[in-house]
């Protein structure tokens, strides 16, 4: 009788190894012949859209009654091309190395003088995208210059100059609430909002691809020691790049009180909040950048960051919970995209 019961499970053990086998030779046959084989980009759009469904699908398990639906997710996108829009605009930045702690600050002050110059002047649309976008870039170009000039880390000088936004912003806002009339509002829902980002994105890509500011960018950003010996006016296009951010989040800043429809003047670094999401999605640019689609990565990346965000919501986690959870979010996203050689100071 043993021995019927050993031959028996001597049989299965290899029935079952073969199966094992057979499984690890399909899987070997496909990485032959499959992912391995596509080309960077494919495995980049791959990855993303996993890390997409991925965080849609834990949320719909744990909240499947007021999360995830068609509308929803579309919710979602809109929301996420708000950030999305500055996000690309500072990649030119992050990619020199660079930093910026102004973002929040720029964002206000633009948004207040665009609402002032399309209420209070009366210029309508013209005033709001223009006062905007010039004072965005004349923002980035304050950061630029007085970066190259003071020869201190980019992150000190815009913190302070964060303080003087925000002081400024105070000021010609009155500490009063500036709104944005309802007949003002087309770039805070669709189709406004999606030809705006779409414009941004379609800027920043043949700005990246296609002119010597973008190769330049690259070239700084790899090495601008390499950069410098090849004749690059390194602290030109250092400027450039702050002035290029601060346009991109002046539009993000149209965007902003679009959707919201008001802004408010904050002092004392409260304007830092507005950072950290536009930051997350340059991240996911630099990660990203191995595979050649870094806008793209941006762009998804903070659909997915908002995703999480509404997700937490639908769950009733408390401000608190969510913050915490963005932070260690950031700080994986650091850890994976910022690579230290052995022996090197890490400042």
């Known amino acids: 009788m043993f021995s019927l019961i050993f031959k028996a499970e001597y049989s299965d053990a290899i029935r079952s190894n073969a199966f094992v086998n057979r499984l690890h030779e399909c899987r070997r046959v496909i990485n032959m012949t499959g992912f391995k084989n596509l080309s960077g980009a494919t495995k980049g759009y791959i990855v993303l859209v996993s890390l997409v469904f991925l965080s849609w699908l834990i949320f719909k398990v744990l909240t499947p009654d007021n999360f995830g639906s068609a509308s929803n997710m579309l919710s979602y996108f809109q929301a996420s091309l708000i950030t999305t829009v500055g996000a690309v605009g500072f990649y030119f930045v992050m990619d020199m190395g660079l930093f910026d702690f102004s973002i929040g600050a720029n964002i206000i002050l633009s948004g207040i003088i665009g609402c002032q110059l399309a209420t209070g002047l009366d210029m309508g649309y013209f005033g709001l995208v223009a006062g905007c976008l010039v004072t965005g870039a004349l ?10 000039k003071l020869r201190i880390p980019s992150m000190i000088v815009t ?21 944005l009339p309802s007949n003002l509002r087309g770039f805070g829902s669709m189709p406004g909002n999606v030809i705006l980002a779409i414009l941004t994105f379609v800027i920043a890509y043949v700005i990246l691809n296609y002119t010597r500011f973008g190769t ?38 149209i965007l902003t009180i679009s959707y919201g429809s008001s802004m408010v003047a904050v002092t004392g670094m409260a304007s830092m909040s507005r950072n950290f999401i536009p930051t997350m999605g340059c ?25 999480i965000f509404f997700g937490f919501i639908s769950l009733g986690a408390p401000t608190a919970i969510q913050d915490v959870i963005t932070g260690l979010a950031l700080l994986v996203i650091i850890t994976m995209t910022t690579k230290v050689t052995k022996g090197e100071i890490v400042k």
């Not at 923002?139 to 190259?148: A, D, K, P, S, T």
């Not at 700084?220 to 400027?239: H, L, R, T």
């Open 159 to 179: 913190a302070g100059l964060a303080l003087i936004y925000e002081s400024v912003a105070n000021y010609m806002a009155g500490g009063v609430e500036q709104t």
């Open 216 to 253: 330049y960018t690259y070239a700084i950003g790899s090495d601008e020691f390499v950069a410098k010996n090849m004749g690059i006016n390194v602290n030109k296009y250092k400027v450039l790049a702050f002035v290029l951010s601060g346009a991109f989040f002046g539009a993000m800043a």
């Open 139 to 148: 923002v980035g170009l304050c950061n630029g210059i007085l970066y190259v």
């Open 283 to 307: 991240f996911f640019g630099l990660a990203f950048m191995k595979y050649g689609i870094p806008l793209q990565a941006i762009i998804l990346g903070e659909f997915i960051v908002n995703i």
